[in-house]
């Protein structure tokens, strides 16, 4: 009886839906239902095409860099060329008709600023005309870099005056010794020279003595002084040249760590090390001398003289013979990866204090302390300066994605009404000596979080998402101020990572 019953109330169930689905505000219901979700679907997947978006109370970046020989740097995900026409012309329709938002303003600065990156000047003044921008009035980004100055700078920090022991490195950082008052005072100029002769330490160490590992002014200033003999044409003067790793299977990360043994090689045994072919730099980018080579995006090892006498010594069959020059195949992959660390400073890294966790209790020591300092002194010498190719590169890439928050940020200080009403910029020496030397502008705090997602599950056990979202969860909680996570992997796709990383953040953030 129960059972008859059930059945019945479905019938009478079904018969009322089947003639509340044939009416016609049910249909229209349906179809705007239907309608909801293909818009839904493609805001989100729209969403997940920028490189740079907020969710709730956290802002997301992202950048890879594939493990291909293109470079060393891919570049942020862009919308194309179509859509940035679009916007200028949405944004001149805006400057016709005499109404900005907040909002527009910000894309307005934004839109401005990218011209100067990837235009020549006159492209770039034409697209500031066509904004209604004049390029008195246009305020300097913060967060970019004036890359041909900075560029010409660090040759000139990387290279001996005269017949100085040392470059110009003194405590007046950045431009303070080219100001023409400076320059032609005997008071300063001398003590200038007496700082280069003494040996100041390198200016590409940032920070105290306490942030940095035990030593590094003196190890970063002897690798200098070691990489750049003053007479490389000198019978003492030894060198080793090597190519970079180019097997199908070594990143860039296995690439820098294999050059790091070769530089303690060359420590050890007093040779200037002269590094030849990297694949990651053979491509169009890479221009003139600097194609195929780590110069077309850091200062190059040694100077130009020691490199040409290193391949002019490679091709004496003498030379070889008695060991001048030696190349990367006459050492073994042992002494390679796992040799010994040069002594030459002693033992500082018995002073590292390692801050690494492991289920929930700090490390008192790591096994091969020694390797980890070592490392981190060879990289930093290799990386000391970037090149204008490199600073262009992190030009594009903090623009995508800091952009608009620079432009948020420079637009709270300026009239309500600009661009209409600004005075003209006037240039100072402060500005021009002084403030053009800081470092471009990021967000702070910013959390960094590399997701590998490549061939790495090959050589240790994969993390997960979850794993990941508990660390920010937990460094988060710990420093509540932090809301900026810039999110990096090889992966060739980002927005792909993106999308998977958000569905997991948004249960947490929101």
Not at 442 to 456: C, E, I, Q, Y
Request: positive net charge.
């Amino acid at each position: 009886m129960e059972a008859l019953n059930q059945k019945s109330l479905e019938k009478v169930v079904s018969q009322k839906a089947l003639q509340m689905g044939s009416s016609f505000p049910c249909q229209i219901c349906v179809v705007g239902f239907l309608c909801g979700v293909c818009l839904t679907s493609f805001f989100l997947a729209a969403l997940t095409s920028f490189s740079t978006f907020q969710i709730g109370p956290v802002s997301f970046w992202s950048t890879s860099s594939a493990n291909s020989s293109s470079g060393v740097f891919n570049e942020v995900t862009t919308t194309g060329c179509d859509l940035e026409l679009k916007e200028t012309e949405r944004l001149t329709d805006l400057k016709i008709s005499g109404e900005r938002n907040s909002d527009e303003k910000v894309s307005l600065l934004y839109s401005a600023w990218s011209g100067p990156l990837t235009k020549s000047s006159n492209e770039a003044f034409e697209k500031l005309q066509k904004l209604g921008i004049s390029w008195s009035s246009l305020p300097s980004a913060p967060h970019l870099e004036n890359c041909k100055v900075k560029a010409k700078l660090y040759e000139r920090l990387d290279k001996r005056t005269g017949n100085e022991s040392f470059p110009p490195w003194t405590s007046w950082k950045g431009f303070l010794p080219a100001y023409p008052a400076s320059a032609n005072n005997e008071h300063i100029q001398y003590f200038t020279q007496k700082a280069a002769s003494d040996g100041t330490y390198p200016p590409w160490v940032a920070g105290s003595d306490e942030e940095n590992y035990p030593l590094t002014r003196k190890v970063q200033r002897d690798l200098w002084m070691h990489q750049h003999p003053l007479n490389c044409r000198d019978p003492d003067v030894k060198f080793l040249v090597a190519d970079w790793e180019r097997l199908p299977g070594f990143g860039i990360g296995a690439q820098i760590a294999g050059m790091c043994g070769l530089l303690a090689i060359a420590i050890s045994e007093g040779r200037v090390l002269v590094t030849n072919y990297y694949n990651r730099a053979d491509h169009d980018g890479c221009k003139g001398s600097s194609r195929s080579s780590w110069s077309c995006y850091f200062l190059p090892q040694t100077s130009q003289e020691c490199r040409d006498r290193a391949f002019e010594l490679l091709k004496s069959g003498e030379a070889r013979k008695k060991g001048i020059v030696t190349k990367k195949e006459d050492y073994t992959s042992k002494h390679i990866w796992a040799g010994p660390t040069p002594r030459t400073w002693g033992e500082p890294w018995n002073y590292l204090q390692p801050t690494t966790e492991v289920n929930g209790s700090l490390l008192a020591s790591h096994r091969k302390m020694d390797r980890r300092w070592w490392r981190a002194q060879a990289v930093r010498y290799l990386m000391r300066f970037p090149t204008e190719y490199t600073c262009n590169l992190l030009n594009e890439a903090r623009h995508a994605a800091f952009g608009k928050l620079a432009a948020k940020m420079v637009l709270d200080g300026l009239p309500g009404d600009w661009p209409k009403n600004t005075s003209k910029k006037r240039s100072s020496d402060i500005d021009d000596y002084v403030w053009s030397n800081h470092k471009a502008w990021v967000p702070r705090p910013l959390l960094s979080m590399h997701v590998r997602m490549g061939d790495k599950a090959c050589e240790m056990k994969v993390v997960e998402f979850e794993e990941y979202m508990q660390l920010g969860d937990r460094i988060r909680s710990r420093f509540p101020n932090l809301d900026s996570v810039w999110l990096s992997t090889e992966m060739q796709v980002p927005s792909l990572l993106l999308s998977i990383f958000v569905s997991l953040i948004i249960l947490d953030v929101t």
